[in-house]
């Protein structure tokens, strides 16, 4: 068990208790990294979430708001929507886009601060999920994308994975040709 899996254990503890009374509902906000890109449905990362807290005992519904090439603005435009169900909880997972596209981090950071900041009003556990810039963007790019993470983690007490594809990224036996998109095998290291 990965350190990191060790920071979503409380998360899901939080909520899971309630599950006794009621079935728990986390909706993850995500682009193709949730969303499943290029993997069977049940291959995703919320299926595989949900199956491995049913199997453990929790009533549980984990749903799937990845959006392929969904950037933090898109992932905040459909935020009233998403809220619209109710979700006990969310896990955002959202910025990979961003980088990739070269977009300011400050814009980033701002969509993000947003997303958070709704969450709070309405009283929904959060726990972000941390993307890194590619290295090849350069020092200061990477360096300024890279803080937004922790920063806002920090800045709005959430929970933190502080990167979405530890132990996944470089490794191609866990990523799909394209290098970017990790397989099945990945979404289970996840």
């Known amino acids: 068990m990965s350190l990191h899996s060790l920071i979503l254990i409380p998360f899901l503890l939080f909520l899971l208790p309630f599950s006794a009374l009621c079935e728990t509902r986390i909706t993850v906000l995500g682009d193709s990294l949730t969303a499943g890109y290029g993997l069977a449905a049940d291959d995703a990362f919320p299926a595989r979430l949900g199956n491995s807290l049913r199997t ?33 909880a969310l896990i955002v997972e959202l910025g990979g886009n961003d980088a990739l596209r070269g977009l300011d981090p400050e814009q980033t950071r701002a969509n993000l601060a ?64 394209d290098g970017i998109h990790p397989n099945a095998q990945g979404v289970a290291v996840i």
């Open 56 to 88: 453990a005992g929790h009533a549980v519904t984990v749903i799937n708001a990845g959006v392929s090439g969904d950037t933090t603005a898109g992932g905040r435009a459909r935020l009233d929507w998403l809220l619209a169900d109710r979700p006990d």
């Open 114 to 177: 947003a997303i958070l900041e709704r969450l709070q009003q309405e009283r929904i556990p959060v726990l972000l999920a941390g993307m890194r810039a590619p290295r090849n963007l350069g020092r200061e790019y990477t360096a300024e994308f890279d803080r937004i993470f922790p920063e806002l983690a920090e800045h709005y007490d959430l929970l933190f994975y502080p990167f979405f594809l530890d132990g996944v990224v470089g490794s191609p036996q866990l990523n799909q040709a």
